[in-house]
């Protein structure tokens, strides 16, 4: 297993943190996930949920193709990217 890269971890940590991003307005924050997602090898899939919710950003769905073992399960990380005021 391979050591984290603290220094690498604080900055997008910190880079992410700076970006504004209240509750029905997580555009920017998206657009800076999904780079951040696609750059590493994901696909990604906005849903339409912002029509539902008033929001200016839907939910991401991000999948990194890989193989599966047996026994292995998927992984899933879900988070909010709205902050509150």
Do not use: C, W
Not at 33 to 60: R, W
Not at 79 to 85: K, N, R
């Amino acid at each position: 297993m391979s050591k984290v890269n603290k220094e690498r971890l604080f900055n997008t940590f910190k880079e992410l943190v700076e970006i504004d991003s209240l509750t029905y307005g997580e555009r920017k924050i998206a657009d800076a996930v999904m780079g951040k997602l696609k750059a590493l090898g994901f696909s990604i899939y906005e849903d339409d949920s912002a029509a539902m919710t008033g929001s200016d950003a839907s939910n991401i769905h991000a999948i990194l193709p890989g193989e599966k073992n047996d026994g292995e399960k998927p992984v899933l990380f879900m988070a909010h990217m709205d902050t509150m005021q």
